[in-house]
């Protein structure tokens, strides 16, 4: 079957605009996360979505930062007034719901933001 | 917060030969240890992991063993080939209900031919 996907591969912003980063998770899986990897790092946690509702945004750098899952399914990374540090690969992961013990994340390809 | 530590940040091995990458982590009520591999480019893939109530798995080539007490848990690839070239990442995980990962910063391992 499908394995997770983020849209687009690769976005290129200039500092003050706005973007936003898709993420389809696998189909059936409840849970869904955000990281965020800079170069020669492990993923950095962002946040955590069961189902709708975001369980865990501890992450979030700042309020600059929002990410909504309306349907339980696709999810939406907001960014607003982006900044130069903001340059890393965002990487959405799913994995079956959580409440019956530790489950695979599977991870999408990510995307590469670059703030120019 | 949960911290997690990883060495050796670099690694290089003649081929056909071990690799050992230890991890070690803050948070005493974590009990999910997975080891991710990513290639260049690549997102990343779960290679092996292992929870709290087992001491060591092996699948393969590939082991993992935990040592709850001292908080430190390993990563052991034998008979090493050049496939297994890549970066690997070792997290912790520990509420149950959100398994929210926190991760180490990498070892890249080069494997010689």
């Known amino acids: 079957g499908a394995g997770v996907s983020q849209t687009p591969s690769n976005k290129v912003t200039e500092k003050g605009k706005y973007v936003e980063l898709r993420c389809d998770p696998i189909?059936?899986?409840?849970?869904l996360y955000w990281y965020r990897q800079s170069l020669g790092q492990g993923p950095e946690f962002l946040i955590y979505?069961?189902?709708?509702?975001?369980?865990?945004d501890s992450g979030l750098p700042n309020d600059r930062f929002f990410a909504v899952r309306p349907e339980g399914s696709v999810s939406t990374l907001k960014i607003q007034r982006t900044e130069r540090g903001d340059s890393a690969v965002y990487l959405c992961a799913s994995s079956l719901s959580s409440s019956g013990g530790y489950n695979e994340q599977f991870f999408g390809p990510g995307t590469r933001l670059t703030v120019l | 917060g949960e911290n997690v530590e990883q060495h050796p940040s670099t690694l290089s091995v003649q081929e056909g030969d071990s690799a050992v990458i230890k991890c070690t982590y803050s948070d005493s009520a974590s009990n999910y240890f997975p080891w991710y591999k990513q290639e260049l480019g690549k997102r990343p893939q779960l290679i092996i992991d292992i929870r709290s109530n087992v001491g060591e798995k092996k699948d393969q080539r590939i082991a993992v063993t935990l040592n709850k007490t001292a908080k430190h848990f390993s990563l052991h690839i034998t008979e090493t080939q050049p496939e297994d070239s890549a970066v690997y990442f070792c997290?912790?995980?520990?509420?149950?209900?959100?398994?929210?990962?926190?991760f180490g910063t990498g070892t890249r391992l080069t494997i010689i031919p």
């Open positions: 189909s059936g899986h409840t849970a």
């Open positions: 979505f069961q189902g709708t509702g975001a369980a865990d």
């Open positions: 997290a912790a995980s520990g509420v149950f209900g959100n398994e929210k990962l926190t």
